[in-house]
C-alpha cells in the first residue's frame, strides 16, 4: 500500500512563506498526477494545485502567482512553494498522487497564517 508522508506545514505571520513536501514511502511506477489539496474548518476540501506527468500545472485562483507546484520525479515527491501567505490560507494540506484509476491521499499538514 502506498503511503505519502506530507511535512512543512505550522505557523506563520501573514505574508510569510512555507514550502509542503510530499513524498511517497516506496518507488512508484505510473504516477499520472501529483496534487495539493486544502481544507479549512468547516469547508469542503478543493483543490490548490496540481501537475500531470505531461506536465499540465492547474492552480486554483485564489492561489495563482502565490503558490507554486513542483516535482521531483526520482525521488516520488511534490512540493508546495507559498509565498505571500493570507489568513484565509490556513487550513491543512493534503497531497494526492493519481496512480491509474486510484487516488492515493497522505495525512495531512496544518498551515497556519496568523500574526
Known amino acids: 500500500q502506498v503511503q505519502l508522508v506530507e511535512s512543512g506545514g505550522g505557523l506563520v505571520q501573514p505574508g510569510g512563506s512555507l514550502r509542503l513536501s510530499c513524498a511517497a514511502s516506496?518507488?512508484?511506477?505510473?504516477?499520472?498526477?501529483m496534487g495539493w489539496h486544502r481544507q479549512a474548518p468547516g469547508k469542503q476540501r478543493e483543490l490548490v494545485a496540481a501537475?500531470?506527468?505531461?506536465?499540465?500545472?492547474n492552480y486554483a485562483d485564489s492561489v495563482k502567482g502565490r503558490f507554486t507546484i513542483s516535482r521531483d520525479n526520482g525521488k516520488n515527491s511534490v512540493y508546495l512553494q507559498m509565498n505571500s501567505l493570507k489568513p484565509e490560507d490556513t487550513a491543512v494540506y493534503f497531497c494526492?498522487?493519481?496512480?491509474?484509476?486510484?487516488?492515493?491521499w497522505g495525512q495531512g499538514t496544518q498551515v497556519t497564517v496568523s500574526s
Open positions: 494526492a498522487f493519481g496512480i491509474g484509476a486510484r487516488d492515493y
Open positions: 501537475l500531470t506527468s505531461g506536465g499540465r500545472i
Open positions: 516506496e518507488s512508484i511506477f505510473g504516477i499520472h498526477t
